[in-house]
């Protein structure tokens, strides 16, 4: 592959995951519109959401570290971009893998923290100690879930999981393979993108937002980024784990869609959890699934 | 007189002039001079890094038929290298105002570097030992040299720290005495002290024999390394030394038991032979036992570390829990595993140092390492918070820094060996431990500023400089990891185990330069996505939204005591010291035998007890001819 | 007759006169003592050096085995070498006040008695000597007058006399089975004699008779007290010296007499749980001379353990721990003299006296082995030797040994953290002048030998050899007496 082919990938990738994680977050206004037969916002809402945002007028920083956190939330997550394949373009996927990106997930989260920690408000790190909380509670689920999938197919390397099956057809994804991991992993992707019931965290008559209490302007904006590629990264790397990854781009968007709309859906069907509570739940149904499913695996 | 001759003399040279003029305003400078001596020193033995021959002392005494030899291979340089900057780059840091503090204080900053200058001569000497004999001396000097350095710190801990260096004294001769015990069988199977004929006798031991000097080497170098479950000893004798002492031993001190137990798993033994010891037939076996105890070791003392409140303790626990990485790692035997468990040890000096050091900073600044006593200090103390930050990352084993690299290199060994079970609690000491470092990041220097803090300056550079230092290594062996990986499978190599394939960018698929690269990507496009919002303005820390309160100075609107409470609730219930009890019940048994001890020798009726004994010799004595 | 004689005969006249003397001149009877010693270092040192040893001395004129003769090998010469060293260190009657001419007396009645069973080459000279010793040494420790130290001599006069009763009734045994008391010549005729549970039983009593003063488990309930109420160098002597010729005594009589699995497995035993007892002990000792009294009788039996290992490395792991020992123990005694009390009123001693605190963590690291100290290399020989010996006993008394070490380490660095604790003020003062150099004169002994590991090995080896020479031993009537 020539340098330049490289270099475009670079900016397309992160690119095609800020577009379609904006039509996601629209999709997730959209199906909580319609459970509520509302008709929802209009296409564009979304990116106008950001514009406003980073062009309002009042812009409050509380220091270095809080713009430098809001960097980090969005940078991390152009680097992710880059580094998981999509049809067509693997970009630089070859050099890290499952394992690398799982922890590279994190990294987002740490400087949305060093942010939201340098606004200086209990209500902020409040919420960054249940956000922190349910991050320990999920990945034991998804960690599991990543060691089955890389243990199945023998590599922890996305180019090559997507290689595989797509050459042996829907009768070698993941979810076809090993069913119970697969749930497994929705469970993860649901705690992951902090949709309810795991999203006590915000709790806005509680702690007033958590993490967003002091955020406004290109700060909230930022997150609002953040979110977009949050959904995207999530829905390509369920989609590349359990379903093959994406043949071409029109099965690759359904796919990915499909996968963010059921946890967006099933949150509007929960009330939030108290905090202790949800560790309890992630770490009963999601890890006895997931063992089960390693148990699978090894077979 | 060899290079290795030139480094030890230089060594003892280095301790002699702590000694004497330790106290000196001058004698940190010089001290730290003087260490990196030592350390060009290591740079011109640097050839055994990338496989050269082993460097052999000229200086080999003799006594009761027995040599002392001393032999610098890849895994003892690689060692040293670590030793030696860390003894530096500690020894800077006291140089300067943290020194004078420490002497106003009414510390003994003589005998502090002193102490340091011992640890480091007593680490070389063990790190270069060339035969078991010395091997034991070295073994002992590094236990008494970090015992001097943990118990001096009496007045600044408050009295603290004599009961912690007694305990570790403890610990550690019992690990000395197993060390003994194993020298012996060594010596009764091969006729020797030397490794080759140890090597040589292995086979031909019995399993028996084979399986008791595999549990003396692994009880003398567990105990060292804190590993569950002799842990109790460690976190509060690290924790309660002189600052800089602290940080070294944190660093590197007890990681000589991992450079034991690699000579062990590698070279004497061989891990091979350790799995072909089978507990339960085909289904468990004594490595798997090492595998366990590694995994267990992660995860309590992350979790214990969870609910520290003081900084340094919450860090030498961590310290502990990074030590199962390490083992783990050695004791899946492959080239990964290995490779992951000893760039470790590089990788934990790296950031312990400077995550101790930065806490000892702020206590300078502001008196204090209780984390709900500080707060908001980034403002004030923004390179230290940068050391720092860097130094959690790497703690916690996120990427880009080093952390994550070694750590990747044991996740995928565990990976690709099946082993499910010990790869989720290595995860789950990851993600404790990124809990509790970023308490310790947020409580310090995070949230509100305090009002008595409100002039604290950020730390001197001669405190800085060196914790610069050590984060800058965090960071480019993240980026580059191949740098310490070339060591790294030199000591493989040495160790006869086998050789990790690496590039530069690191190994197993991994390449950390196109990760750290797209990373600073993402951040330019992140930068330039937040400049081109409106422009921001600074506002005060009161001016907050509190809920309708007015925010003032008298107002504390800090979130820090049991910052996961959340969690707490569900898994407090958890935590049942069963370690702490477990001790106490040994000691209550001593106690009680003693007592029983005390009462024979208080009986009154002595003679009659002597009568008995008499009998009892000479009916023994009939007996057991008649027989 | 011969100049080797001298060592004995000397102090026990001395003594006589001693009282007399200082009637008339005080000052030159407080300087008799210890002048003398150096004269007995003197002659054994040129004795050492102008024969080839063994040879035999036969007193009176009469040949062995009729006669009484004293056998003279270079083990012999060391112990005796060391109780005229030791004594003149630890010379306990300095004081001057009129306690002055009775110590003395008793010293030297000690110092005579010690070297004669250093000496001795028949059982009947040893009793006689063994009992010599008693008496003085009864003498010293109630020297003090206080209550507890006429509580601890009596106790100690109970179970002494009852040892002497036993190594008496030992003696008789083996005289009716052989009737001779030279111990080459009972070595000559144990093969067919006193192989057999008659000849074990006296082998027995003669262990536990003169296990008195060896410390040896069950015979020494009377050594804490002892040493906690007499004065502190006459329990350094006792402790660092006059245990140890009784060890030589009963060693002598194992390796000559008895070289058998089963006496050998006794000592063994009575060893492990000596050392057992002693370092179990020590941990709750409330104040440091028991501390050290128990230390004494736990190291006692790590010398036990030693010489029941066969052969020669049993004798060098032995004759190594003696040694080293008597040195440190010596010295350790010298710091209790005046920090002898309890051991919280040490809290902050480093600061009332840096010197002495830093000896006494010098002595306790010797004591634990921790190496390059000379008692890392003298355990080092015990433990290499119990492992080669591979059986299953001998294992067991290396886990005791070891787990005994890391008690040790623990109750003699509780005490040294102790000393060096910030903040706290201790009430005791610091050790006279006197006691301090004589600990630095034990402490430089210690360090110098650090640097003279490698003679000090080979002499070792070389006294081990001698040592465990049984038919050298018995040979030595064969060639005669001079």
């Known amino acids: ?299 | ?627 | 007759m011969n100049a080797i004689v001298l060592p004995v005969v000397l102090p026990l006249l001395a003594a006589f006169l001693l009282p007399s003397l200082a009637r008339i001149w005080s000052s030159a009877a407080r300087v008799l003592g210890p002048v003398l010693m150096l004269v007995s270092l003197c002659v054994l040192w040129t004795t050492w050096g102008e024969h080839p040893t063994p040879f035999v001395v036969a007193l009176g004129g009469f040949q062995p085995p009729m006669g009484i003769a004293f056998h003279v090998d270079s083990v012999a010469m060391l112990f005796a070498f060391l109780v005229a060293g030791g004594a003149l260190l630890m010379w306990p009657a300095w004081t001057d006040d009129d306690t002055m001419p009775r110590l003395a007396a008793l010293t030297l009645l000690l110092v005579a008695a010690a070297t004669g069973l250093a000496l001795s080459g028949d059982l009947f000279n040893v009793y006689v000597f063994y009992e010599l010793l008693s008496v003085a040494s009864f003498g010293l420790v109630s020297a003090r007058r206080t209550g507890a130290a006429f509580a601890a001599g009596f106790r100690y006069l109970v179970i002494s006399g009852f040892g002497s009763v036993l190594a008496l009734l030992g003696i008789a045994l083996i005289y009716l089975r052989t009737g001779t008391l030279n111990i080459a010549h009972l070595g000559q005729l144990a093969p067919e004699s006193l192989a057999d549970p008659f000849g074990l039983a006296a082998f027995a009593l003669l262990l536990l008779g003169f296990g008195v003063k060896a410390e040896l488990f069950p015979v020494n309930t009377w050594v804490p007290e002892v040493y906690a109420g007499s004065s502190a160098r006459v329990a350094g002597l006792l402790a660092g010296v006059v245990s140890k010729l009784a060890v030589l005594v009963v060693v002598r009589m194992l390796v000559v007499v008895f070289p058998h699995d089963e006496t050998r497995m006794l000592l063994l035993i009575l060893g492990v749980v000596g050392v057992l007892s002693g370092e179990l002990a020590a941990w709750s000792a409330k104040d440091m001379r028991r501390m050290l009294a128990f230390s004494s009788i736990g190291q006692l039996g790590m010398i036990f353990i030693a010489f029941s290992i066969p052969g020669e490395a049993g004798w060098v792991a032995g004759l190594a721990l003696v040694l080293h020992h008597l040195v440190v123990k010596s010295g350790l005694f010298l710091i209790a003299d005046r920090w002898g009390g309890a051991l919280q009123s040490l809290t902050g001693a480093a600061r009332v006296s840096p010197f002495t605190a830093g000896l006494f963590v010098l002595f306790a690291l010797s004591l634990i082995g921790v190496p390059p100290l000379p008692g890392f290399w003298a355990k080092l020989q015990l433990v290499i030797g119990l492992v080669e010996n591979g059986n299953g006993v001998y294992l067991g008394a290396l886990l005791v040994f070891l787990a005994a070490t890391v008690i040790e380490a623990n109750y003699l660095f509780r005490l040294a953290v102790a000393m060096y604790a910030e903040g706290a003020s201790s009430t005791v003062t610091a050790p006279s002048g006197g006691n301090r150099i004589g600990a630095a004169i034990f402490a430089a002994v210690l360090v110098a030998a650090v640097f003279l590991l490698n003679p000090l090995s080979e002499a070792i080896d070389d006294l081990a050899v001698v040592g465990n020479d049984a038919t050298g031993y018995m040979d030595s009537l064969a060639g005669g007496a001079r």
């Open chain 2, 1 to 627: 007189m060899s290079v290795l001759d030139q480094l030890l003399v230089f060594a003892f040279m280095t301790g002699a002039v702590a000694s004497f003029i330790g106290d000196r305003r001058f004698a940190g400078t010089l001290l730290a001079i003087l260490y990196f001596g030592q350390f060009l020193l290591l740079v011109k033995l640097a050839p055994l890094g990338y496989g050269a021959q082993p460097v052999v002392s000229a200086w080999q005494p003799a006594l009761f038929g027995e040599v002392l030899v001393w032999r610098m291979d890849a895994l003892g340089w690689y060692f040293a290298l670590i030793t030696v900057v860390a003894g530096w780059l500690v020894t800077w840091y006291a140089s300067g105002e943290w020194g004078q503090g420490y002497r106003e204080r009414g510390g003994n900053l003589g005998l502090m570097h002193t102490a340091v200058a011992a640890n480091v001569v007593a680490m070389l000497l063990l790190l270069s030992s060339g035969n078991l004999l010395s091997l034991f001396v070295g073994w002992e000097l590094v236990s008494w040299a970090g015992f001097l350095l943990m118990v001096m710190n009496g007045r600044e801990s408050g009295g603290v720290s004599g009961p912690a260096g007694l305990r570790y004294i403890t610990y550690a001769t019992l690990g000395a005495m197993a060390l003994l015990a194993a020298l012996a069988i060594a010596h009764h199977a091969s006729g020797s002290f030397e490794y080759i004929d140890l090597i040589d006798a292995v086979d031909q031991m019995t399993g028996p024999t084979r399986v008791s000097l595999v549990i003396a080497f692994a009880l003398a170098f567990t105990i060292k390394m804190g590993l569950l479950p002799f842990h109790l000893w460690q976190a509060p004798a690290y924790a309660y030394s002189p600052g800089p002492g602290g940080a070294f031993l944190g660093a590197i001190s007890s990681r000589v038991g991992l450079w034991g137990l690699a000579m062990v798993f590698g070279s004497l033994i061989g891990i091979g032979r350790i799995a072909g010891i089978e507990l339960i037939p085909g289904w468990f076996d004594l490595r798997d036992v090492f595998m366990w105890v590694a995994a267990l070791t992660i995860v309590l003392p992350t979790f214990t570390a969870l609910r520290q409140n003081d900084a340094r303790l919450l860090l030498a626990w961590h310290g502990i829990g990074q030590g199962g990485y390490m083992l783990l790692g050695l004791a899946a035997g492959d080239a990964l595993g290995t490779g992951g468990g000893l760039m470790h040890v590089l990788n934990h000096a790296s950031y312990q140092a400077p995550l101790f050091l930065a806490v000892f900073a702020v206590m300078h600044r502001t008196g204090t390492s209780d984390l709900n006593r500080l707060g908001g200090l980034v403002a004030r103390m923004p390179l230290t918070f940068l050391v720092m930050l860097i130094g959690i990352i790497g703690l916690a084993g996120l990427p880009p820094m080093n952390g994550f690299v070694s750590k990747y290199l044991v996740y995928i060994s565990l990976l690709r060996q099946g082993e499910p079970l010990l790869f989720i609690l290595a995860v789950i000491g990851t993600l404790g431990t990124v809990l509790s470092v970023f308490k310790l990041l947020h409580n310090t220097f995070l949230g509100q500023l305090r009002v008595e803090h409100m002039e604290v300056r950020e730390a001197p550079w001669s405190m800085l400089i060196p914790m610069l230092l050590m984060a800058s290594v965090v960071v480019v062996t993240g980026t580059a990891p191949g740098l310490v990986l070339d060591w790294v499978a030199s000591a493989q190599a040495a160790l006869g185990l086998p050789v990790l394939d690496h590039t530069l960018g690191g190994a197993a698929g991994l390449d950390m330069l196109w990760v750290s690269g797209v990373l600073v990507y993402g951040f330019a496009v992140g930068t330039l996505l937040f400049l081109s919002g409106n422009k921001s303005r600074r506002v005060h820390q009161f001016d907050n939204y509190a809920g309708g309160h007015f925010l003032t100075a008298e107002n504390q609107y800090q979130y820090s005591d049991q910052f996961y409470a959340g969690l707490m609730h569900h898994i407090g219930g958890w935590y049942r010291a069963s370690f702490t009890w477990a001790e106490s019940v040994v000691i209550a048994s001593v106690d009680a035998m003693s007592a029983a001890a005390n009462g024979f020798f208080r009986r009154t009726q002595a003679v009659f007890l002597l009568l008995l004994a008499t009998l009892g010799s000479v009916a023994w004595l009939l007996w057991g001819v008649g027989s």
């Open chain 1, 1 to 299: 592959m020539s340098t330049t082919h490289l270099l475009i990938e670079l900016v397309l990738m992160p690119l095609v995951a800020f577009v379609v994680g904006l039509a996601m977050l629209l999709m997730l206004r959209k199906i909580g519109a319609r459970l509520q037969r509302r008709v929802g916002p209009p296409l564009l809402q979304p990116l106008f959401d950001v514009i406003k945002l980073y062009s309002k007028r009042t812009q409050v920083s509380h220091g270095l570290l809080h713009e430098a956190g809001i960097v980090v939330a969005v940078g991390a997550y152009v680097a992710i971009e880059t580094l998981v394949p999509v049809p067509g373009m693997n970009g630089i996927a070859e050099k890290g893998g499952l394992i690398l990106l799982s922890y590279l997930m994190m990294v987002p989260s740490l400087g949305l923290a060093l942010g939201v920690g340098q606004c200086a408000n209990p209500n902020g790190s409040i919420g960054l100690s249940r956000a922190m909380t349910a991050m320990l509670a999920y990945d034991i689920p998804f960690m599991l879930v990543v060691f089955g999938v890389a243990w199945q197919f023998q590599t922890t390397n996305l180019v090559e999981l997507v290689a595989v099956q797509q050459a042996g057809g829907i009768a070698t994804w993941g979810i076809v393979e090993n069913p119970l991991l697969a749930i497994a992993g929705l469970f993860g992707l649901q705690a992951m993108l902090g949709k309810q019931p795991f999203e006590i965290y915000v709790a806005p008559a509680e702690i007033a937002t958590g993490p967003m209490v002091e955020m406004g302007g290109k700060f909230l904006g930022g997150l609002f980024v953040m979110q977009s590629f949050q959904f995207y990264t999530a829905g390509v790397l369920y989609t590349t784990m359990f379903l093959g990854g994406g043949e071409n781009w029109f099965t690759f968007l359904i796919k990915i869609f499909v996968v963010v709309a059921i946890p967006l859906s099933v949150a509007f069907m929960f009330p939030r959890y108290r905090t202790e509570d949800m560790v309890r739940l992630v770490w009963k149904w999601p890890v006895i699934l997931a063992l089960l499913g390693l148990v699978v695996a090894v077979q």
